[in-house]
């Protein structure tokens, strides 16, 4: 017999991702005396939004690209050449801040019922954190 998660898992499923980019400055705390991100140091960050739905809604989207507007203009706002520790109110390493955006994105921005939310941050052009909440 299948589960249920394995049927939900094999069936298809929409997914849409937009990218807002900013820079900023931060400087992680904890860390072993050396580490060069315990160093003040700035990232040019990409923050990408997926949100993933079984269904789309009368349109054919999963939710219009424009309804992400107010989350962009929110990081331009909040964290755009900014010093990250003092702006946010968690250690601004990739992952706290994929979380803390995620809680910021789904205060920003109504997200249809049903419609998943995952928030990913970049440092690097190598380098993701994701939170899928």
């Not at 998660?5 to 849409?16: G, V, Y």
């Not at 702006?87 to 997200?111: C, D, N, R, W, Y």
């Amino acid at each position: 017999m299948i589960s249920a998660t394995t049927r939900r898992k094999c069936r298809a499923m929409f997914s849409i991702s937009k990218d807002f980019s900013f820079a900023a400055s931060h400087q992680l705390s904890g860390l072993p005396n050396g580490h060069k991100c315990g160093r003040l140091h700035g990232h040019g960050y990409v923050v990408r939004v997926t949100l993933t739905s079984d269904d789309l809604d009368s349109c054919g989207f999963v939710l219009d690209y424009g309804a992400l507007a107010p989350f962009g203009d929110w990081i331009s706002g909040h964290l755009d050449h900014r010093h990250l520790n003092e702006v946010l109110p968690v250690q601004p390493s990739a992952e706290l801040m994929a979380q803390f955006l995620h809680g910021v994105l789904t205060k920003e921005v109504v997200i249809p019922p049903g419609v998943r939310v995952a928030v990913g941050v970049s440092e690097t052009p190598k380098t993701w954190a994701t939170y899928d909440g």
